[in-house]
């Protein structure tokens, strides 16, 4: 079996650099790299640069930090929320379209900064709560949006709510995709278009 290691900061023991490059030698062909979801450059650039054997992966708040310092790709959440645009930005990492890159990176933080912190974050939610919600933002996915103890769903009225901010934050690239919702979208008003 081969493994990727997620490295998240809500685990009791964050691994270094030379934590990965002592269990590449141990498990030579079991670990094939990891998963970062630290916005820490020098945390980042060590692990990089300490085990550079090992495919090292982002998420989106570090996305362009990873392609600068040599990482393969991310572990996309909005991949689930406009898939077009998340590719669009991609491929501006590996071509080294900086401008272009930069300029998502930002919009995706300042989405995430002033609709997903204020109201999701700051109401407690873990990872996989806020994830249902913006899934539920553009609906390319749907999903019952049911969980299981101890978790709990995130507002309905929240995520009404923050469908509108959606829709109006995203509207451009929202109608540049090329799914059609599923389930009877609740996006009334929007545009989608097909290819």
Not at 180 to 193: F, I, K, Y
């Amino acid at each position: 079996a081969r493994w990727v290691h997620y490295n998240t900061g809500q685990a009791r023991v964050v691994l270094t650099g030379k934590d990965y490059a002592r269990l590449a030698a141990t498990y030579p062909d079991q670990l094939v790299g990891s998963k970062q979801g630290s916005t820490d450059l020098m945390q980042y650039a060590e692990i990089i640069d300490e085990s550079p054997n090992l495919a090292h992966f982002g998420v989106e708040y570090n996305m362009v930090l990873t392609y600068l310092l040599g990482g393969k790709g991310t572990y996309s959440y909005w991949v689930n929320v406009l898939p077009r645009w998340e590719k669009t930005w991609q491929t501006a990492c590996e071509t080294a379209d900086w401008d272009l890159a930069w300029r998502m990176q930002r919009k995706l933080w300042t989405w995430e900064r002033t609709h997903i912190v204020p109201t999701l974050r700051r109401a407690g939610h873990s990872s996989g709560i806020v994830g249902k919600a913006r899934a539920s933002l553009s609906h390319f996915l749907e999903d019952t949006g049911h969980t299981k103890p101890p978790y709990y769903p995130a507002d309905p009225q929240i995520v009404d709510s923050l469908r509108a901010s959606f829709r109006t934050f995203w509207a451009e690239e929202l109608a540049a995709e090329a799914f059609v919702p599923t389930c009877g979208s609740r996006l009334e008003g929007a545009t989608h278009s097909k290819t």
